[in-house]
C-alpha cells in the first residue's frame, strides 16, 4: 500500500524484506533483502536515509520465541541502525493491540493511553512504544508510533465500520509522519474518519497533519446487508481488541 502512496518525485525509497521486493523495480526505487533481526544488514540499509518506516514484523499472534525475536528484538534493531547509520527518523507500525484490552467505556483510548495488549503480539507492539521513548530521550531520535487499526483494502464486517484505515488514509498519515516537524515522540492511531468511529483519538495524528478523507460508511448498506446490524453483547465490541482479547486466542506453543 506505502510503497505507491509514498512514492514522490523528490523520494527514493529504499524497500527491505526478509523476501526478494516483488518486481520490477521502478525509478526511485532501491531493493534490500534482508532480515529486521540483522544488525549489520539494517545499518547498511539506514546509510544515508532520511527517514525509516518500520513495518516489519509477524503480523499477529505467534508463540513467544518468535514474537520475541521478530516483533522486539526486530524492533530494537531498526531503532539501534537507524541511530548507528545517523537517522533521525522513524515511524514505528504499532497496532491498536498494544491497548486492545481496552474497553468501550474508555473510548475514545487517548493519545499516549498506557498499554493494555491483548496477545504477545499486541505486547510487543508496547515493547516497541517503549523502545521508542528510550531512543527519543536518550538518542534524541524523532520516532512515530502508530497504533493501527483495521488497514485494508475495504471494511469485510460491520465492526470495521469503525476500525477501518483505508489504504490512501494510510498513505496520507505516514506521510505527515515523515514530514512533520520535529514530532519528538508521538503515540498515536491510525483510522479512517468513520461516521462509526469515536473508538480512539486522532487528536495526535490531526496535529502531525493528518487529514483522512476516507468513510468506512460508504460500505455500510453492503456489510449490514450481509451480516446485520451488530448485537450489543457480540463479544468482539466488548474490547477495542476485538478477536484478539478472545480466550480462544491463546498464543500457540512452540
Same mark, same amino acid.
Given at each position: 500500500?506505502?510503497?505507491?502512496?509514498?512514492?514522490?518525485?523528490?523520494?527514493?525509497?529504499?524497500?527491505?524484506?526478509?523476501?526478494?521486493?516483488?518486481?520490477?523495480?521502478?525509478?526511485?526505487?532501491? %531493493?534490500?533483502? !534482508?532480515?529486521? =533481526?540483522?544488525?549489520? *544488514?539494517?545499518? #547498511? @540499509?539506514?546509510?544515508?536515509?532520511? $527517514?525509516?518506516?518500520?513495518?516489519?514484523?509477524?503480523?499477529?499472534?505467534?508463540?513467544?520465541?518468535?514474537?520475541?525475536?521478530?516483533?522486539?528484538?526486530?524492533?530494537?534493531?531498526?531503532?539501534?541502525?537507524?541511530?548507528?547509520?545517523?537517522?533521525?527518523?522513524?515511524?514505528?507500525?504499532?497496532?491498536?493491540?498494544?491497548?486492545?484490552?481496552?474497553?468501550?467505556?474508555?473510548?475514545?483510548?487517548?493519545?499516549? %493511553?498506557?498499554? !493494555?495488549?491483548? =496477545?504477545?503480539?499486541? *505486547?510487543?507492539? #508496547? @515493547?516497541?512504544?517503549?523502545?521508542? $521513548?528510550?531512543?527519543?530521550?536518550?538518542?534524541?531520535?524523532?520516532?512515530?508510533?502508530?497504533?493501527?487499526?483495521?488497514?485494508?483494502?475495504?471494511?469485510?464486517?460491520?465492526?470495521?465500520?469503525?476500525?477501518?484505515?483505508?489504504?490512501?488514509?494510510?498513505?496520507?498519515?505516514?506521510?505527515?509522519?515523515?514530514?512533520?516537524?520535529?514530532?519528538?515522540?508521538?503515540?498515536?492511531?491510525?483510522?479512517?474518519?468513520?461516521?462509526?468511529?469515536?473508538?480512539?483519538?486522532?487528536?495526535? *495524528?490531526?496535529?502531525?497533519?493528518?487529514?483522512?478523507?476516507?468513510?468506512?460508511?460508504?460500505?455500510?448498506?453492503?456489510?449490514?446487508?450481509?451480516?446485520?446490524?451488530?448485537?450489543?453483547?457480540?463479544?468482539?465490541?466488548?474490547?477495542?481488541?476485538?478477536?484478539?482479547?478472545?480466550?480462544?486466542?491463546?498464543?500457540?506453543?512452540?
Amino acid at each position: 500500500m506505502l510503497r505507491t502512496r509514498l512514492a514522490a518525485p523528490h523520494r527514493v525509497l529504499r524497500l527491505l524484506d526478509v523476501t526478494p521486493v516483488a518486481e520490477p523495480i521502478g525509478p526511485g526505487e532501491e %531493493a534490500v533483502t !534482508a532480515s529486521v =533481526t540483522d544488525m549489520a *544488514a539494517l545499518t #547498511a @540499509a539506514c546509510a544515508g536515509a532520511d $527517514a525509516v518506516v518500520h513495518l516489519g514484523g509477524i503480523p499477529g499472534e505467534a508463540p513467544w520465541e518468535q514474537i520475541l525475536d521478530v516483533n522486539i528484538n526486530g524492533t530494537y534493531t531498526v531503532f539501534e541502525a537507524a541511530r548507528r547509520a545517523g537517522v533521525r527518523r522513524v515511524v514505528f507500525a504499532s497496532s491498536n493491540h498494544a491497548v486492545g484490552f481496552t474497553p468501550p467505556s474508555k473510548f475514545p483510548v487517548a493519545d499516549f %493511553a498506557f498499554p !493494555a495488549p491483548d =496477545t504477545y503480539y499486541g *505486547a510487543s507492539k #508496547a @515493547a516497541g512504544e517503549a523502545l521508542a $521513548a528510550l531512543y527519543v530521550n536518550r538518542y534524541g531520535l524523532d520516532i512515530v508510533c502508530i497504533r493501527i487499526l483495521s488497514c485494508i483494502e475495504k471494511p469485510i464486517h460491520p465492526r470495521m465500520l469503525a476500525t477501518w484505515l483505508s489504504p490512501d488514509d494510510c498513505g496520507r498519515l505516514f506521510d505527515a509522519c515523515l514530514t512533520a516537524e520535529s514530532p519528538g515522540l508521538q503515540v498515536i492511531y491510525g483510522v479512517s474518519a468513520n461516521s462509526r468511529g469515536g473508538w480512539v483519538s486522532l487528536a495526535g *495524528a490531526r496535529a502531525l497533519g493528518y487529514a483522512p478523507a476516507d468513510n468506512a460508511e460508504d460500505y455500510a448498506a453492503e456489510l449490514i446487508a450481509k451480516y446485520g446490524e451488530p448485537e450489543p453483547d457480540d463479544v468482539t465490541f466488548k474490547y477495542l481488541g476485538g478477536d484478539f482479547t478472545s480466550p480462544t486466542l491463546d498464543a500457540p506453543l512452540e
